[in-house]
């Protein structure tokens, strides 16, 4: 039996993290949830999965859930610090980290540092400081649970690391993907909230459809698996049937395939180096008829090309392209910039940053909050 914690468990990830807990209940115990504000979803999963700790962020929602939960045995955590308290708890073994954006760095090294398994969807913080969790980290600690990741880490079992080519990361393109490019400025938040394969938090809808999501997870599969830009390759693939690819030395092209349905990665990360029964569809090719690709188009999508240069600078681009891009979306979202200017936004903030080779976690946290200071000052 293996004790799981879950950050975000009220967020897309999260969800679908508790359902892949519900049908292996033989072999994972929830012993704690977390959630930003949305304590009346919280507190229902609270019902159901009997943890023995929640993290409820928003301080002023708290007495709400203390409530709900008089008398009961749960110890309530808030405030910043509480989703690194929670991983700390001695029982976890198991932390899936499900919140979206900066957040999710500190309690990200406070798991590893503590020798517990990470199943990492949040991406951002290996955008940020992929060096330091890196170093921190065993092999095999971080468990992958970006579907393109899962589907490297999975096909990269059929070599050894110096027999790696390059990697294919697949990316559906977004709903803007077939989309004139002059017609781009004019998208509104509604438009690109409308993913064509997955359903996802809005963040991650967002970057999905400026392909900053494919910038990230570039970021995201160099530090997992220690590659260089010229092995990464992109390509749009709108079916989302590929999860991605591994090209050995002996032109052997490794991929993972299946329907869309993020329980897959997710139950991999927690039963690795096992697999369990999932209910999931069934792959039928014939069904689907044909997988088409094309190159992504980096002029019409330059955030692409942003998140190469991240790999390729290192230090503490990531962490000021990630900053910068939180705030960028959340801008496109309150409708105080265009679409295509979240790409534009986010150049000039990294290539005015003060760049440090390699920064300890106070410079990454320096940067990130600069560039937020930056963004604010470019909104006003
Ligand atoms: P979401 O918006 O649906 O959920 C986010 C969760 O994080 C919620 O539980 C929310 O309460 C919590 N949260 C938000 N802000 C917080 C804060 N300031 N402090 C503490 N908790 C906070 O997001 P999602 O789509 O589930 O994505 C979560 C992460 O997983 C992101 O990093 C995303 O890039 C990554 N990811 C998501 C998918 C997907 O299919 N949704 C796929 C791959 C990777
Ligand atoms: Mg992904």
Redesign the pocket.
């Known amino acids: 039996m293996k004790n799981i914690v879950v ?10 993290t508790l359902e892949v807990a519900r049908n292996l209940k033989d072999k994972f115990q929830i012993v704690g949830l ?5 304590w009346e979803l919280l507190a229902e999963q609270v019902e159901e999965f009997k943890p023995r700790y929640v ?1 409820l ?1 928003d301080c002023g929602l708290v007495e709400k859930l203390k409530r709900r939960f008089q008398g009961n045995q749960l110890k309530i955590l808030t405030g910043n610090n509480c ?1 690194q308290e929670i991983v700390l708890k001695p029982e976890v073994d198991i932390v899936v ?5 900066a ?2 760095l500190p309690a990200a090294i406070a798991t590893i540092e503590q020798g517990k398994t990470l199943a990492l ?4 913080s290996l955008v940020m400081a992929g060096h330091l969790v890196m170093s921190l980290a065993k092999k095999n600690q971080i468990l992958p ?3 393109e990741h899962s589907a490297i880490f999975q096909s990269l079992h059929s070599g050894k690391p110096r027999e790696i080519k390059r990697v294919i990361i697949t990316a559906s393109g977004g709903p803007f993907c077939d989309y004139p490019a002059d017609k781009l400025p004019e998208v509104k938040p509604a438009q690109a909230l409308k993913h064509p394969t ?8 967002i ?1 999905s459809a400026t392909l900053m ?1 494919k910038a ?1 997870e570039i970021i995201e599969a160099k530090w997992l698996f220690g590659l260089t830009a010229e092995q990464i390759d992109v390509v749009i693939h709108p079916q989302s049937i590929i999860h991605s690819m591994v090209e050995f030395c002996d032109g052997s092209v490794i991929a993972q395939m299946g329907l869309p349905d ?1 329980k897959v990665p997710i139950q991999y990360a927690l039963t690795y180096p096992e697999r369990s029964p999932l209910g999931v569809r069934w792959l039928d090719l014939p069904g689907i008829g044909s997988l088409t690709f094309k190159k992504p188009d980096v002029d019409k999508f330059p955030a692409l090309r942003l998140g190469y240069q991240a790999v390729r600078e290192g230090g503490t681009t990531g962490a000021t392209l990630n900053a910068a891009n939180e705030m960028a979306v959340q801008a496109f979202l309150n409708g105080q910039i265009r679409f295509t200017e979240i790409a534009v936004y986010v150049e000039k903030v990294i290539n005015h940053h003060h760049f440090i080779k390699n920064p300890c976690l106070e410079e990454v946290l320096a940067a990130d909050a600069w560039a937020r200071q930056e963004m604010k000052k470019c909104l006003m």
Do not use: P, Y
């Open positions: 950050l975000g468990s009220t967020g897309s990830i999260g969800k679908n977390s959630s930003n504000s949305r993290a962020t989703l980290s499900a919140v979206v954006g957040v999710g969807a949040n991406k951002e649970v970006d579907s997955w359903q996802m938090g809005q963040k991650i809808t970057d999501n990230l993020m």
